[in-house]
């Protein structure tokens, strides 16, 4: 319990808090996860930077019907919505434990962050590219890979960002949080993630994919409000299409 405390005390600024949904009372889960982050806000000026919404999945040599607190999908929407209500300016993240039409309603409902091609086996994404037999720890209900997931959230109007500029500028902690607070943030989000998935879609997309993506990219790209900034992402764009990476502000 006092980890996250530690964790700031020794000047690591960002901590993720979250809860194993299943193991017991949602309504107090909640309750006390949303505490906890008070907690930490009032003493460190910097509450959860990231809060996960796991539910218990089966597992081998497990049965669900001895856990008597699973959530069922209506109270689980309910707790992604409460919590982002609670918590406006924090990220919220879903892990492929749910299934790809759950997902697509938890992100109506305030998911930020969603994992894609996920394996819970320890060495499973090398015995994958092996084609060899898994053994997880649990079983995910989202298979689709990351390519299907990214392309399917441009069609349904989000920009994925891969973007860690946050973390390599210096914005994290209490400073983070002003401008998650304040909304300021948004004013090097969006171009950044236009320009990590300008990055993604050249190194790892085939010829469609790259077309959807540069077209989300041009129409978002106006959405840019300061000048200078919408320029320089947009100059930045042109040359990672042309081979060159890593940029960020």
């Known amino acids: 319990m006092t980890a996250f405390d530690r964790a700031h005390e020794a000047g690591i600024g960002d901590v993720g808090g979250g ?6 009372d ?15 806000d009032e003493c460190f000026h910097s509450g959860f930077h990231t809060i996960s919404v796991p ?3 089966a597992a081998s040599g497990m049965s669900l019907a001895d856990f008597p607190h699973l959530v069922d999908d ?14 406006p300016f924090t990220g919220m993240i879903l892990s492929t434990r749910e299934s790809h039409e759950m997902r697509g309603k938890l992100l109506k409902l305030g998911i930020s962050q969603i994992s894609a091609g996920s394996s819970t086996e320890v060495g499973g ?16 209900n989202d298979k689709r890979d990351a390519l299907d997931i990214l392309s399917e959230l441009m069609d349904d109007g989000y920009i994925p960002s891969f973007c860690t500029a946050c973390y390599r500028s210096g914005r994290t902690g209490d400073r983070f949080m002003s401008l998650a607070k304040s909304g300021q943030i948004k004013n090097v989000c969006l171009p950044n993630a236009l320009m990590t ?24 790209l106006p959405g ?21 990476h890593d940029f960020y502000v």
């Open 19 to 24: 809860v194993l949904f299943g193991l017991a």
């Open 26 to 40: 949602p309504r107090f889960e909640v309750l006390a996860l949303m505490i906890h982050n008070e907690h930490l």
């Open 55 to 57: 539910r218990l999945c």
């Open 74 to 87: 209506a109270t689980f929407e309910r707790v992604v919505a409460i919590i982002r209500l609670a918590v």
């Open 125 to 140: 994404y090398a015995k994958r590219a092996r084609n060899e037999a898994a053994n997880p720890q649990f079983y995910v």
């Open 197 to 220: 998935l300008t990055e993604y879609a050249t190194d790892y997309g085939g010829e469609a994919f790259r077309a959807k993506a540069f077209a989300a990219i041009g129409q978002n």
């Open 224 to 244: 840019i409000a300061n000048e200078r900034m919408r320029a320089k992402a947009a100059e930045n764009i042109e040359q990672i299409k042309r081979g060159a």
